[in-house]
């Protein structure tokens, strides 16, 4: 397997690169050719590699990539889980290096979806190539393909798809690379990820925009308004003020609490490593702590008024926000989002109408230790990276993992190879070459571990 591996890694980062090329943007329509184009150069390759059954499947949206290999019905079934579409790359000029001309510096893979997820998808179509031809056994379980091309908008057609198709995908777990590790050097298997309940608002004043000398003073500004309502999302300990919404948090006892603690993390290169002089968040709680097991309230973005060069002096007639909520078990999205409708409805001030528009949610999710399939994971990192991995929880969302339990009743492994400092979602995304390559090597072992357990 590691001669094989080593034969070929230029030529598969090279087909890397040319997927990473295909700039498969679904949050903006202009790019949509661009992901119809990603998803054929993902069936061709998933063709080449030995994958059966391969097809495109259409949905009221961006296709889903199918494909599969059964060796007998009675093998245990693997169904593997990505996303071949990307962030917006926005704002272009903070790349050092255009986002979708990818280059390797520093023994790194620098292009928008480098690590979110097409290198990651990447590695189980070249996973399943080496398995084909490295002359170790072939392929010891069924292996089942679906990769969508709307998780950055919200999944909105999988669920239906997955509904619709349950006997096709049909299977005994899941397993998906959109997550990371803790360190090169330290491996880890996330099990739980944050819920998700992400809003736009619109806070309304005037009928137009007026002339700030004119009638500044006597009219409620709504971006003044909007900021007052924001700054009181959260009291001085960091904590959220929306009432009800700690009401079904899941508190972890001291001892989970200090099991985490001996996570390798340090306070001093978290802080460095985004350029802060010091950490903020919930008092009484770490920074890892906070960006895992506890809930959190974001403003993504604000506008309203004149931005332009120079000088406007107006009185915005609007001013809008898009804000994020990240959940934990046991809070759901829709009663978060009914929470925050409510309260946020409630603060506005004299002078101006607010109007909330719910985008997408998730739900929280923590997935077993104790199966058969997270056994065959943690073996499978440990024979590649010389350690046994850590379990550890994700601030991040995947919605799906919790849709598939629930439509599929299957648990999920998150067996990613990404690292915090990847900077996904933001200018200068990247992925380690010893990650790419890291991956394929370690999930042909996860199969042959979990094909193997009894």
């Excluded at 969508?148 to 997955?162: D, K, M, P, Q, Y």
């Excluded at 959109?178 to 819920?195: H, Q």
Aim: net charge negative.
């Amino acid at each position: 397997m590691a001669n094989y591996l080593a034969d070929n890694q230029t030529r598969f980062l090279d087909e890397l690169m040319d997927w990473l090329r295909i700039p498969s943007v679904s949050a903006d329509p202009k790019f949509h050719a661009d992901v119809l184009k990603a998803a054929d150069f993902l069936k061709t390759r998933l063709e080449e590699a030995g994958v059966q059954n391969v097809e495109i499947c259409p949905t009221a949206g961006n296709p889903i990539v199918y494909g599969d290999y059964i060796v007998s019905p009675e093998a245990k079934t693997v169904l593997v889980y990505g996303h071949y579409d990307v962030q917006p790359a926005d704002p272009y000029e903070l790349w050092n290096s255009p986002p979708f001309e990818p280059v390797i510096k520093d023994e790194k893979i620098y292009a928008r979806g480098a690590c979110d997820d097409k290198g990651q998808v990447y590695m189980h179509v070249k996973a399943f190539e080496m398995m084909m031809r490295d002359g170790q056994g072939g392929v010891p379980c069924n292996i089942k393909f679906m990769f969508e091309g709307e998780e950055e908008i919200g999944s909105n057609n999988l669920e239906i798809f997955v509904r619709a198709n349950k006997e096709k995908l049909k299977a005994d777990v899941i397993l998906v690379s959109d997550t990371g590790i803790l360190a090169n050097d330290v491996p880890s298997i996330e099990v739980g990820l944050r819920g998700l309940s992400y809003h736009e608002v619109t806070v309304t004043g005037p009928n137009r925009d007026l002339h700030s000398g004119l009638y500044g003073g006597a009219v409620q500004n709504p971006i003044n308004a909007l900021c007052e309502m924001i700054a009181s999302l959260h009291d001085a300990n960091g904590h959220i003020t929306i009432p009800g919404f700690y009401d079904n948090v899941d508190e972890l006892s001291a001892d989970e609490r200090a099991e985490m603690a001996k996570a390798p993390f340090s306070e001093d290169e978290f802080q460095k490593s985004i350029g802060l002089p010091d950490s903020y968040g919930e008092k009484g709680y770490s920074s890892m702590e906070r960006t895992s097991i506890r809930p959190t309230l974001d403003v993504n973005g604000i506008w309203g008024g004149y931005t332009g060069e120079g000088a406007k002096t107006v009185i915005a007639s609007q001013a809008h926000a898009k804000i994020s909520m990240r959940l934990v078990p046991h809070q759901t999205s829709a009663e978060i989002t009914a929470l925050f409708q409510q309260h946020f409805a409630s603060i506005a001030p004299a002078g101006v109408t607010v109007e909330v528009r719910p985008h997408h949610g998730g739900e929280p999710v923590v997935t077993p230790t104790d199966s058969v399939a997270y056994k065959a994971a943690a073996d499978a990192m440990e024979t590649t990276f010389g350690k046994r991995p850590v379990p550890t929880r994700g601030g991040g969302s995947i919605p799906i993992v919790a849709m598939f339990k629930s439509e599929l009743g299957l648990d999920t492994v998150l067996l990613g190879f990404g690292l915090d400092s990847d900077a996904i979602h933001s200018p200068n995304e990247h992925f380690g070459v010893f990650n790419f390559l890291k991956g394929i090597e370690t999930i042909p072992h996860f199969y042959r571990n979990y094909a193997a357990a009894e």
